[in-house]
């Protein structure tokens, strides 16, 4: 395992971490599976575990907490909020009031008193910059949570918030978690640069694109990852999108092949190549899926191969734009768009 320091903070963590959203009834793991997925990726030296309020409903944050009873304090323990948890229409985003609560039920979930890093999992258009920095300020005062961060934020929100965070006197955010892949490329264009700027930590999403580089879709195979059954969309090779995806990764095989590595340890040694990134967030479902992943630990990818990469998708570009989840709502409901 390489280490890295996560941003300003002075914190060292792995360049690979655990991230838990397979956790309970998304991934259909038990809390046995779980508790040897967490055994596992300690002993191989990982020291980040992320995990959010919304993954499966709070199961994930519970069988967390059951796997690292005991042992929390060699733990860079990271959870989120701001998603809807429930009908209610308040129990989401990022006003005060339902942060505090948010956190008390993470809190209570994962059996600590205080988690590492707390982040905003989608910024909240409705929410005042200053309103949430304030919130999470105050939680962070009382000893609940040691730093903030931010999730899927476009850049000129994560700029927005160094700004309010300066302009009102309050704790900033000190991290992002961008999706990013070699399938998925457009946070080098605006929100990596950007990060880099404002000595953000960096742990990347879905760095093997919700399984397309795991070197199980090919072409001509079923495809049959967990994801499939219920985003049957993301993984329709009749759509454009998914067409151009599937012949990058028959071209990348051929890459990954020459140069005596699995398709996983190509597309986890491109992601944390990047100057910008601090940790790739891995989300093994099974163990096997988790020793496949943390035999790229100690990659480090030659010019000529990373050169190969760029040369089958292009930097800065995304093979399925329409999958971000940084999107202005204004570019997704007219009637933020019109008078």
């Known amino acids: 395992m390489q280490y890295r320091i996560l941003g300003r903070t002075g914190v060292q963590v792995g360049n690979l971490a655990l991230g838990a959203m397979n956790f309970g009834k998304i991934g259909r793991t038990t809390q046995d599976e779980v508790t040897g997925i967490v055994d596992a990726a300690l002993e191989a030296g990982i020291n980040l575990i992320d995990t959010a309020d919304v993954y499966s409903g709070g199961e994930s944050e519970e069988m967390v907490g059951r796997a690292i009873a005991g042992r929390r304090d060699d733990i860079v323990l990271a959870t989120k909020a701001t998603l809807p948890m429930g009908d209610e229409r308040n129990r989401q985003g990022g006003s005060r009031r339902w942060l505090v609560t948010a956190l008390e039920d993470s809190l209570r979930r994962l059996g600590v008193d205080h988690v590492d890093l707390y982040q905003i999992h989608r910024w909240d258009a409705n929410t005042g910059d200053e309103e949430t920095l304030s919130a999470l300020t105050d939680l962070q005062r009382a000893g609940k949570i040691r730093y903030l961060g931010s999730s899927t934020f476009p850049a000129y929100r ?63 195979r079923e495809i049959t990852t967990s994801r499939s059954t219920f985003m049957p969309q993301r993984f329709d090779t009749t759509t454009p999108s998914n067409r151009a995806r599937l012949d990058a990764v028959e071209q990348l095989a051929k890459v990954a092949d020459e140069a005596g590595l699995t398709m996983i340890q190509l597309a986890l040694g491109f992601v944390t190549a990047h100057p910008g990134v601090t940790s790739a967030l891995l989300g093994p479902r099974t163990l096997d899926h988790l020793h496949a992943q943390i035999a790229a630990a100690d990659i480090t990818l030659p010019a000529d191969v990373l050169d190969a990469i760029d040369g089958i998708v292009a930097p800065g570009t995304d093979l399925a734009a329409h999958e971000k989840n940084d999107t202005p709502p204004a570019l997704l409901d007219s009637s933020l768009r019109r008078r």
């Open 158 to 220: 994560i700029v927005q918030a160094q700004w309010a965070a300066r302009e009102h006197h309050l704790s900033r955010y000190v991290t992002e978690q961008p999706g990013y892949s070699i399938l998925q490329r457009g946070a080098e264009t605006h929100v990596l640069p950007v990060t880099e700027q404002y000595g953000l930590g960096v742990m990347v999403w879905s760095p093997l694109a919700s399984g397309w580089l795991s070197g199980a879709i090919r072409e001509g």
